[in-house]
Nanobody, 119 residues
């Protein structure tokens, strides 16, 4: 399974951020699989943002306080992260990843997309 993130590298504060993950070598509707967004701010550890599962159900980190939304396009085998009202604290490398169940480790990862929030 290969995952590839795409989206803008630079976003202005208070604007929305949208990132898309394109999946190849596997289907986002494969039973039991979860498709996630994870980020790593500079100098910090990995932060789980949320997942969308094979049925389209979504799960979010409480820390995002409803700013995040994950959706999918099964015809394109893609899933998308939207983050509203970004601030410089949202500057990070954003990864998409997948895991075989909710409690398993993420086994496949994209290369990561740098997103900088700055005016």
């Amino acid at each position: 399974v290969q995952l590839q993130e795409s989206g803008p590298g630079l976003v202005k504060p208070s604007q929305p951020l949208s990132l898309t993950c394109t999946v190849s070598g596997g289907s986002i509707t494969t039973a039991s699989y979860y498709w996630s967004w994870i980020r790593q701010p500079p100098g910090k550890g990995l932060e789980f943002l949320g997942s969308i599962d094979y049925s389209g159900s979504t799960y979010y980190s409480p820390s995002l306080k409803s700013r995040a939304s994950i959706s999918r396009d099964t015809s394109k085998n893609q899933f998308t992260l939207q983050l509203s009202s970004v601030t410089p604290e949202d500057t990070a490398v954003y990864y998409c990843a997948c895991r075989g169940s909710y409690y398993s480790a993420h086994e496949y990862w994209g290369q990561g997309a740098q997103v900088t929030v700055s005016s």
